[in-house]
């Protein structure tokens, strides 16, 4: 009988606790909705990262399209007012020649770009064949090594003969400038 009244005491404790040791509906409550809030916060950080990178990703390449400019000169008139603007991009392998004046060719004239390296003899560039405000010219970054400026003559349309200088007096001439790196 001792063995049955301890049984059926050690099931009333088991199955009757008492009140203090209760969890409250409420408390299971918070606790699930802090957990669902403890993973949305989550989610939604793991998101921004993930877009955050791929924002860097997208600048990052955007940044190598970017013109790295190192040579620039401001090519100016008779009256020293600014005529055209010329960079050089070596990625191009391009000089980039913008007109900011309104001054254009004859019909059987050509505008010719020089480098001056010095007192050595003016050496053609190019041709400026385009009526447009800019023109992409490809010159190689070893034909501007030693200039120190760039000139515009009128010649004949065409230009002159290759190895020829200039017929005629400058156009436009200014200093060739190194763009620190």
């Known amino acids: 009988m001792t063995d049955t009244a301890t049984s059926a005491e050690t099931n009333n404790t088991s199955v009757s606790t008492p009140a203090s040791r209760r969890v409250s509906p409420w408390w299971r409550v918070l606790a699930v909705f802090l957990l669902v809030l403890l993973l949305l916060g989550w989610a939604a950080s793991a998101s921004m990262m993930t877009q955050l990178k791929a924002q860097i990703q997208h600048v990052q390449a955007r940044l190598v399209d970017v013109p790295q400019i190192r040579q620039v000169a401001v090519l100016l008139d008779n009256q020293q007012q600014a005529a055209m603007l010329v ?12 007109r900011l004046n309104e001054v254009k060719e004859g019909r059987e004239d050509s505008m010719q770009v020089w480098a001056i390296a010095g007192d050595a003899a ?5 041709v400026v064949t385009s009526k447009y405000k800019t023109l992409q010219m490809p010159v190689k970054e070893t034909d501007l090594q030693g200039v120190t400026e760039i000139a515009v003559s009128a010649e004949n349309k065409g230009g002159v003969a290759t190895g020829a200088g200039p017929s005629l007096p ?3 001439k200014g200093w060739l400038v190194q763009k620190s790196i």
């Open 87 to 98: 960079t050089y991009n070596p990625k191009d392998g391009a000089l980039l020649v913008q």
């Open 122 to 126: 003016p050496r053609s560039l190019g």
């Open 170 to 172: 400058w156009l436009f």
